[in-house]
């Protein structure tokens, strides 16, 4: 199944339910990148759940933290045009977790982050 067929029927699922994907359903802050503090935008806004902060498994581990057991990450679209002859698109899926499905050391929490991290 291609990123584009996965996305289709995210987005079938929830209006199937009953749900209007693109509207806002969470209250407070949108969905940002815990390491950059960049917040997700297009399509991403649809497939995660609610806003927070996000991270992907490599950025938790070097920030103190770990994946608890049996958490189940997060889908994002990653696209950038191509410069080549024939424009093309790149895209690929990462995957994230929230920060409230980690769990962190006593020298790295989310709520004492370095400074490096607000930056």
Known sequence: MNVYEIVTERILDQLNKGIIPWR?????????NFA???G???VNLLLLPFGG???????AIDAG???????????VVFWRMLEKENLTWASAKKTLYSIYQLTWSTRQSP???SARWLT
């Open 40 to 42: 997700y935008r297009c």
């Open 24 to 32: 806002k359903t969470w209250k407070g802050s949108e969905p940002v």
């Open 65 to 75: 933290g770990n994946v608890r057991k049996g958490e189940k990450s997060h889908m």
């Open 111 to 113: 709520n004492t982050r």
């Open 53 to 59: 902060e996000y991270l992907t498994y490599k950025q």
């Open 36 to 38: 950059s503090r960049k």
